[in-house]
């Protein structure tokens, strides 16, 4: 028979089904575990597709979250970053605003440096932290 030939009778379907394992739907990822694997993306020599293989995501899937970890980044106030104590002798008095003492009983000045972008700015306790806030986002957009 051709090709051709017209019949009245359908051919037979031929039917296929695939059997999918595991849990269906969406995956919840905790924050905790998508930290844990955008901190193996950020490593030196790092491979975004095999990492996203290995635990069953898409490079698009880690490729986002890390898009939404830099934006949570720029519009949270600001974090907490580790402290590098110095020595009082590191703040001169000729250095020092005038207003800056030294405390009398401990003979240090009560004062926190914060070095952004190559700039020092030094807060007295009971600074405003909303102030602050300000000053630092606008130190972190100079150039």
Same mark, same amino acid.
């Given at each position: 028979m051709s090709g051709l030939d017209l019949t009245l009778e359908p051919e037979p379907a031929v039917r296929r089904f695939e059997v999918l394992q595991g849990v269906g739907g969406r995956r919840r990822w905790s924050k905790d575990d998508k930290a844990r694997i955008l901190e193996l993306t950020l490593a030196p020599g790092a491979v975004v597709s095999e990492i996203a293989c290995r635990h069953? $995501?898409?490079p698009q899937q880690l490729f986002t979250w890390r898009?939404?970890?830099r934006h949570a980044a720029a519009t949270d106030e600001p974090m907490f970053v580790p402290a590098i104590t110095v020595?009082?002798?590191h703040v001169t008095p000729s250095k020092a605003h005038p207003e800056d003492r030294?405390?009398?009983t401990s003979?240090? $000045?009560d004062l926190i440096e914060i070095?952004?972008?190559g700039a020092i700015v030094r807060v007295r306790p009971g600074t405003d932290a909303t102030t602050l806030a300000m000053v630092l986002r606008a130190v972190r957009a100079l150039p």
């Open positions: 069953g $995501l898409t898009r939404q970890a020595p009082p002798a030294p405390d009398q003979g240090r $000045l070095e952004v972008n």
